[in-house]
Nanobody, 117 residues
Framework: QVELVESGGGLVQPGGSLRLSCAAL????????MSWYRQAPGKQRELVAA???????NYADSVKGRFTISRDNANAMVYVQMNSLKPEDTAVYYC???????????WGQGTQVTVSS
């Protein structure tokens, strides 16, 4: 069992930066694929970025070159650094974990990111 707790959302102007954090409370963090998803009003939830236990990464085309996902296995944390933010990045951002061996899945409660002048 894993509990995911996100933090770091807020209001930022276009072109600004934010860093979201996700604390994974539970065991065996290093066996989880970790991801960030987002959901804007009226839209489906979409993958933003993912990082494997070995720190291989992949990104949605819309955030490549602007967002960076990272993880700290020792402290069971995953981050996404978001730079050059655009109004279309406005969404609720969710942390997601999937166990590589059992396929068990967990979601955080979400954190709001609003990009507006």
């Amino acid at each position: 069992q894993v509990e995911l707790v996100e933090s770091g959302g807020g209001l930022v102007q276009p072109g600004g930066s934010l860093r979201l954090s996700c604390a994974a409370l539970g065991n065996s963090f290093s066996t989880y694929m970790m991801s960030w998803y987002r959901q804007a009003p009226g839209k489906q939830r979409e993958l933003v970025a993912a990082i494997s236990p070995g720190s291989s990464t992949n990104y949605a085309d819309s955030v490549k070159g602007r967002f960076t996902i990272s993880r700290d296995n020792a402290n069971a944390m995953v981050y996404v650094q978001m730079n050059s933010l655009k109004p279309e990045d406005t969404a609720v951002y969710y942390c997601y974990a999937r166990n590589m061996y059992t396929s068990s899945e967990y979601w955080g409660q979400g954190t709001q990111v609003t990009v507006s002048s």
